[in-house]
């Protein structure tokens, strides 16, 4: 990647946090459709709704033709997000969604371990710095500053599932980097969506043989494709984008603004604001991203 200046990288920082705002819309989202449709089930129509947006531009502008040597790539790169979800559905058999939300704020420091092998991304005192600090307000915000819940946090089936589903989600972001080939970013979009739908279709033919499609509310399909266009498709462009130009450790520790971005989403809802003791999780967070802002301009 040539070198960008800085005014650049940082619009690309902005980009990010629009992207990271639109990822943060799914969670209030899946709030508001859980239980209406198998979690499974709905990331693949998501999936499939985000391949066919994709699929006209795709045709139109550069064909579908593609060797098997790049659908081993993009498959390795959807591969990662389905083992995600697949070990995110299961594992919430045995444990809490507590202890998933916990689990999951180690996914940015487990991502800059795999670049710093991956992609040679050299982790820099101020990048260490911020994702301890990024971790530290969120585990504040999940525990509300409460530090006998902390305390009493313990390992079970679940957590050990749901680890290794956050040890497959950490390799996203390098897989990107490593296995991007100068081909246009919405080709890369579009065959890892293609990839991943394959990936989910044996599990959800088996679930929808279960399931009466007609009980599930227009409104879920309604807010299916509203993640499918802005959650999936304009996140994922916005995400390989910005991966090769500032790297990703710094790509996804912008997950550490999904606490303040839902508590924002929250009060525009007319849900109020939380418990003050979570507004010193909220300012770590925060910090973190001040943190890494000056690490722009150095090469990602």
Known sequence: MPFQPAHFRSRVHLLLLFSTTLVSTSFVVAEIIAGTLDPLALTFVRFLLATIFLLPIISLKYGLAIKMSAMVRYAAISGCLVVFFWAMFFSLRYTTPLNTSVLFTLVPA???????????????????????????????????????????????RGDLIFF???????????????????EPLEVMTFWVLVTGCLWLLPGTVRILLRSS????????????????????????????????????????????LYPLLVMVLNYILGRGWPPLQVIPGILLTLAAMLLLLPAASHKG
């Open 110 to 156: 487990i991502s800059a371990v795999y670049a710093s092998f991956i992609n040679r991304e050299r982790i820099t005192r101020s990048l260490l710095l911020a994702l301890i600090v990024g971790l530290a307000g969120s585990v504040w915000v999940i525990f509300e500053g409460d530090l006998q819940r902390l305390r009493a946090l313990s390992w079970n």
């Open 164 to 182: 290794a589903g956050c040890l497959a989600m950490a390799l996203y972001t390098p897989l990107v980097k490593l296995l991007h080939r100068d």
């Open 213 to 256: 499609l007609a009980a599930v509310p227009t409104t879920t399909w309604l807010w299916i494709i509203y993640l499918a266009l802005f959650s999936t498709v304009i996140s994922f462009y916005c995400t390989q984008y910005a991966t090769r130009i500032i790297g990703p450790t710094r790509t996804i520790s912008y997950s550490y």
